[in-house]
C-alpha cells in the first residue's frame, strides 16, 4: 500500500527562516510554495530525491494562525517532526483500506495537497503517536485532486 516515504512535516514559527537553513546547510532546492488556507498553513517542498509513483520532500510548515492544527502543535510540542507522509497509488482506496483496519481517518474524503497532489491524514493516537499522511501523486492514478 505503501510505495515510498513522500516527506516528512517539519512545523516552524518562521518559514522564511527554516527555508533559508536547509538550502544552505543541505544545498536542497524549494519547488513548491503555497498557502493552503483549508490545512491553516503556509508551506514550502524541499525537493530530495525522485522515486517511482513521486518524489520525496521535506515539508516546511508555519502556520496560518494559533487555532490550526500546526499552531495548536507548536504552542504544546514546540518546533519539531508534525507528521510523516507516505506515497499510495490511490488515496481514496488507502483510506478505504486502512479506515476498515480500525486506524481513524482524519478525512472524510480526500483533500488538496501541494503541487496537485491528493492527501489525507490518519490520526495521530491510532499510529504509535505519529500523524501520518497519505499522499497520491497528481500523476498517478485516473483520480483527480481533491478540493
Ligand atoms: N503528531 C502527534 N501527535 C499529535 C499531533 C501530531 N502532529 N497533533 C496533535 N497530536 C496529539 C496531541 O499531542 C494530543 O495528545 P494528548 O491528548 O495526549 O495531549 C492529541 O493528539 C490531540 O491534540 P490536540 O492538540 O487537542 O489537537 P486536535 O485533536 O484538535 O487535532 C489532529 C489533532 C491530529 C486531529 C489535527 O491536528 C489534524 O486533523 N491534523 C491533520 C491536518 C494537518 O495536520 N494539517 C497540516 C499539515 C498540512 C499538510 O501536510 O499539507
Ligand atoms: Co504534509
Known amino acids: 500500500m505503501f510505495m515510498r516515504i513522500d516527506h516528512v ?23 513548491a510554495r503555497e498557502t ?17 509513483g513521486g518524489g520525496s520532500y521535506i515539508q516546511l510548515l508555519e502556520p496560518l494562525g494559533p487555532d ?40 472524510a474524503e480526500p ?5 496537485g497532489s491528493s492527501i489525507a491524514f490518519l490520526h495521530p493516537k491510532d499510529m504509535g503517536g505519529v500523524l501520518t499522511e497519505l499522499v497520491q501523486a497528481p500523476d498517478t492514478g485516473d483520480a483527480a485532486p481533491g478540493h
Open 111 to 115: 483533500r488538496h495537497g501541494t503541487l
Open 36 to 52: 493552503n488556507e483549508e490545512q491553516g498553513v503556509k508551506e514550502a517542498m524541499l525537493h530530495i530525491a525522485d522515486g517511482e
Open 68 to 107: 490550526t492544527p500546526v499552531g495548536k502543535f507548536l504552542a504544546k510540542r514546540g518546533e519539531g517532526v508534525h507528521h510523516v507522509a507516505f506515497g499510495v497509488p490511490d488515496v481514496a482506496e488507502a483510506m478505504r483500506e486502512i479506515g476498515g483496519r480500525g486506524v481513524r481517518v482524519l478525512d
Open 9 to 31: 512535516g517539519i512545523a516552524c514559527h518562521d518559514l522564511e527562516e527554516k527555508i533559508a537553513f536547509f538550502e544552505r546547510t543541505f544545498d536542497l532546492t524549494v519547488v
